[in-house]
């Protein structure tokens, strides 16, 4: 009996770091090695969604994809994209080996963070945020033993995760090899994120060896004004920083320069750190001056805010809320109208270790007061007057095993209030019509832009229940509260263009967008830039005339001549759309973003002349 402690001693000291970390981590979450995975594989429409919410990463990693395919089916492997949830959306390689992959759940559609699967590749690099392998029996699960896995993190360029790139291979076979091609091809998806990225911000491009300087390898540095707000891992390391130091530090501290210098004198220039050590500067990629018409019109219910932007000091409170929902602490979101709440709920679903498990919003705003129990706690044939011969089980336990948002809980009517408490307190719903409880499971965010507090104090909010939900509360501020709005534009723009390099917002366009104050927050934002993907036009003169009149507005230096050319040119951009849809003035107007009757306007109305 000693003789084996000793040996399993040996064995756990034997492990390295992260793999110990990962362990205890498992064992935290009560898995078992025998344990069976906890997680349930997405449908196909489900999955096709995810893609398409995660198709820059995917458009990024296919070069490098395409390589590592021809690696690993001439070998022994599969190459592996995951998304920023662990969830894999793409898996290629060695027909024998997928099959094996298959029987573990290693395919699209399935989640591999470290709370369904124990210590792996992808969990470990999401909790660890680096590069590392998990050989074999490093896996806490035993089916997962035949496995060596070497994975790494995609990093944005203001540090946040965009996925994980992922090579597996049969123990058998030398995998030392795996973990350097991963990297590799990290590096090269990483670079590109800055190409024409950024348009109105400093680019430093660096390195102390002039020979690695236009190679992925060159540090990328970039400043809004003197203030460095981005940066890939290489300029980081070259200037002994972490994440942390973005938005803390300025040009004049981290280089030996003048007091009012700026990074752009210093581009094709040598410089000195603050610490004295020479280092070399390259050229700033070359700057795309304006967007031309597409040759498609982009689809809109594909175009969306798919992840929240915010900047790096929240992410400390993403982790914290993570951890508190995780415990089945029920989370309260508030901020104004528009500011990204369902959006926020829904990036900590594809966080948590329900990330595979049923996503239900409920806008309890928009429900009638006559339904709104029926539809939140299901209902029996013949409970009411027009009720389906079938019933219906109701968006509570539509959530089971998943994560419910109760979206506008402050216009929730009192008697359904009873009724959620009531839910909360037994984990359990009885249909309208029915005797027999019903046990259900799920994590409750609730999100209001009312003063809750206010209303429990007219009355208009039980106590109890506000009690019960408010143990949590998490502050999503507006646009206007932000440091840094043309940094957090310009992610946007990514996001609603897919990353397609041929579309760059022109930099007085950042500017006049940045200058805004955006009462209507992300939703009304997000609608602007839509639009001008729609149109296919940097400037906000091509913009219906439904925008608020201060954004609307031509810029300042614009001149009479120059209004007359945008209004031919948008009316040329109309009249394009127009043909694409053999002049059917509705699809045109749907595929822009307008009304039809605004549409018709703007064709109609005299050059020079305006709305």
């Keep these: 009996m000693r003789r084996q ?14 793999i110990l970390r990962s362990w205890q981590r ?23 969604l995810r893609i398409e919410q995660n198709e820059s990463l995917y458009r990024r990693c296919r070069p490098e994809l395409e390589t590592l395919r021809r690696v690993a089916a001439g070998g022994e492997g599969v190459v592996i994209v995951a998304d ?3 969830l894999v959306l793409d898996s290629v390689g060695a027909e024998d080996f997928s099959r094996r992959a298959f029987e573990v759940e290693l395919c699209p559609g399935w989640s591999w963070n470290e709370r369904s699967r124990g210590t792996n590749g992808i969990g470990a690099v999401l909790m660890d945020l680096k590069p590392l392998v998990v050989r074999g029996a490093e896996h806490f699960l035993e089916p997962n033993r035949f496995l060596d896995c070497a994975a790494a993190p995609i990093l944005t ?12 291979v049969p123990t058998s076979v030398a995998s030392a090899y795996a973990l350097g091609l991963v990297e590799i091809a990290i590096d090269q998806i990483e670079y590109r994120q800055f190409v024409g990225a950024f348009p109105q911000h400093h680019i430093l491009r660096l390195h102390p060896d002039r020979e690695l300087l236009g190679t992925p390898k060159e540090g990328v540095l970039v400043f809004d004004g003197s203030r460095l707000v981005a940066a890939n891992r290489y300029g980081l390391a070259i200037l002994n920083l972490n994440w942390k130091a973005l938005g803390q530090h300025d040009f004049g501290e981290l280089f030996d320069v003048g007091a009012h210098d700026n990074p752009a004198e210093y581009v094709s220039q040598a410089i000195r750190s603050s610490d004295g050590r020479l280092l070399y500067s390259g050229k700033r990629d070359v700057r795309p001056t304006a967007l031309t018409v597409p040759s498609h019109r982009p689809q809109f219910e594909r175009i969306a805010l798919t992840r929240p932007v915010y900047d790096t000091a929240m992410g400390t409170d993403i982790e914290r809320s993570l951890r508190v929902m995780e415990c089945g602490i029920p989370i309260i979101l508030s901020g104004e109208t528009g500011c990204g709440k369902e959006v926020f709920a829904r990036h900590l679903h594809a966080l948590s270790s329900r990330a595979t498990r049923p996503f239900v919003a409920v806008n309890c705003a928009g429900l009638p007061e006559s339904l709104i129990e029926a539809e939140l706690f299901g209902y029996l044939e013949g409970a ?16 089971d095993g998943g994560i419910l948002l109760l979206d506008e809980i402050g216009d929730m009517p009192l008697p359904a209030q009873a009724r959620l408490l009531r839910v909360l307190q037994e984990r359990e719903v009885i249909p309208l019509g029915g005797s027999k409880p ?37 502050h999503l ?20 263009t897919s990353g397609d390099e041929r579309y760059q917002l022109a930099p007085e366009t950042l500017q006049l967008l940045a200058q805004h104050d955006w009462p209507g927050n992300y ?25 608020p009149h201060e954004i609307a507005a031509a810029p300042p230096e614009a001149n009479a001549s120059t209004g007359k050319y945008f209004e031919a040119k948008t009316k040329a951009i109309l009249k394009d759309v127009l043909d694409q849809h053999d002049g059917n003035i509705s699809r045109a107007a749907r595929s822009l973003g307008i009304s039809r009757g605004t549409l018709y306007r703007r064709l109609i109305q005299p050059e020079g002349k305006k709305e």
């Design 84 to 86: 920023p949830s662990g």
């Design 438 to 474: 019903v046990p259900v499971d799920f994590l409750l965010i609730c999100a209001s832009h009312l003063n809750l507090e206010e209303l429990v104090a007219a009355k208009q909010f039980r106590q109890d229940l506000y009690y019960r939900i408010s143990q949590f509360r998490m």
């Design 384 to 399: 009411f007057t027009g009720a389906r011969k079938t019933g219906s089980k109701g968006l509570v336990r539509e959530a």
């Design 157 to 168: 360029p203001v540090g946040s995760v965009a996925g994980v790139l992922n090579v597996s």
């Design 5 to 18: 402690v000793d040996r399993s001693a040996r064995a756990q000291a034997s492990r390295p770091e992260h």
């Design 523 to 547: 939703r009304q934002l997000v609608g602007v830039l839509r639009t001008l993907f729609a149109l296919a036009e940097p400037t906000i003169a091509v913009l219906p005339s439904a925008l």
């Design 26 to 48: 498992c064992e935290s979450y009560g898995l078992a090695a025998d344990s069976d995975p906890c997680a349930d594989r997405l449908g196909s429409y489900e999955l096709k």
């Design 477 to 496: 501020k507006p646009l206007r509260e932000h440091t840094d709005l043309a940094l957090l534009i310009s992610e946007l723009w990514l996001q609603t």
